[in-house]
C-alpha cells in the first residue's frame, strides 16, 4: 500500500517534558487510523506536530514520500494537502451551510479574498458533491447556528474535504454526539476514506472498534502497541495501562 505520512524518531519536548519522545510509525493511503491511549499520552500533541501547530526537537514528518513537514507552518500544509478539525466545531454559525462551503473552496486565497471571490461552477459542483457526500444537501439553505452538534461537525469535515485535501485529522470527533449521531459519522469516515485518508484521536472504544482501519495505542509519549483492535485489546500492557484504568471507555 501506499503510504500518506511517514513519523520517525519523533520527539517534543515542553520545558524539559517530553510529550512524544521517539515516536515512529506510518499511515497508509486510504485508512482510518485512531490514536487512544490515556489522557496525557501524546495524541493530541502528534497531531499538533502533523499540523503545523507545534514543532518537534527531533525526528522527521514525511508525507506523500518526499516532503519533510516537520517546520512547515499550518497555512502551507492546507496548500499541500493537510487539514486538521477541532473537537470544537468552528463553522460559521452566522452563516448558511452553503456559503460555510463557498467559504472553505476558496480558503487558499486567504480569508478575507474568499468573501469577495466569484465560485466557479466547477467549484458549485464540488459542493453540491461533498454536501451529498455527508447528507447535508437538503440543509445547503440553513444557517449553520440552527444544525444540531453532529450535523456541525460534518459541515466542518465538509469544509475540509471541499478543500481537496489528501490527509485530514480529526480530535475526538464524536464528542458530544448520541449513538445515531457516532454511528453516522463512523460511516461517513469509510466515505471519506476513500478519497482521502483520515486520522482520529478518539475516547469512545465502541467507536473505535467499528470503525479503525488500525490502531496506534500511545503511552506516556511513546507508542505502546500498533494494530487492529483485536490485537491491541490483547496484548497486556495495554491492558494494564489503558483498558484496566476505568474500563474500555477511557483514552
Known amino acids: 500500500m501506499e503510504t500518506v505520512l511517514e513519523i520517525k524518531d519523533l520527539i517534543i519536548s515542553f520545558d ?3 510529550a512524544v519522545n521517539g515516536v515512529t510509525t506510518s499511515v497508509q493511503k486510504g485508512e482510518v487510523r485512531f490514536f487512544i491511549g490515556p489522557n496525557g499520552a501524546g495524541k493530541t500533541t502528534l497531531l499538533d506536530a502533523i499540523c503545523g501547530r507545534v514543532h518537534p526537537q527531533h525526528g522527521s514528518i514525511i508525507f506523500n ?3 519533510n513537514i516537520m517546520h512547515y507552518p499550518e497555512h502551507k500544509l492546507v496548500n499541500i494537502g493537510i487539514g486538521r478539525k477541532f473537537q470544537v466545531p468552528s463553522v460559521f454559525t452566522s452563516l448558511s451551510v452553503y456559503e460555510n462551503m463557498e467559504v472553505s473552496v476558496v480558503k487558499k486565497r486567504g480569508i478575507a479574498a474568499s468573501l469577495f471571490s466569484e465560485i466557479t461552477e466547477a467549484q458549485q459542483e464540488k459542493i453540491n458533491k461533498v454536501l451529498t457526500l455527508v447528507d447535508l444537501n437538503n440543509c445547503a439553505g440553513k444557517k449553520a447556528a440552527d444544525l444540531s452538534h453532529g450535523q456541525k461537525q460534518w ?7 471541499v478543500q481537496d485535501l489528501q490527509l485530514i485529522l480529526l480530535d475526538e470527533p464524536v464528542a458530544g454526539m448520541g449513538r445515531r449521531e457516532t454511528t453516522k459519522t463512523g460511516e461517513l469516515l469509510r466515505k471519506i ?6 486520522i ?3 475516547h469512545d472504544m465502541e467507536f473505535v472498534r467499528e470503525f479503525a482501519s488500525k490502531v496506534t ?5 511513546h507508542i505502546l502497541d500498533e494494530g487492529s483492535v483485536e490485537q491491541v485489546q490483547k496484548n497486556p500492557k495495554v491492558i494494564d495501562v489503558y483498558l484496566g484504568r476505568g474500563g474500555e471507555n477511557c483514552a
Open 65 to 67: 514520500g518526499d516532503k
Open 193 to 198: 476514506a476513500q478519497h482521502c485518508t483520515v
Open 16 to 18: 524539559g517534558f517530553r
Open 155 to 161: 459541515l466542518e469535515i465538509a469544509m475540509l474535504l
Open 217 to 221: 495505542v500511545m503511552h506516556e509519549g
Open 200 to 202: 482520529v484521536v478518539e
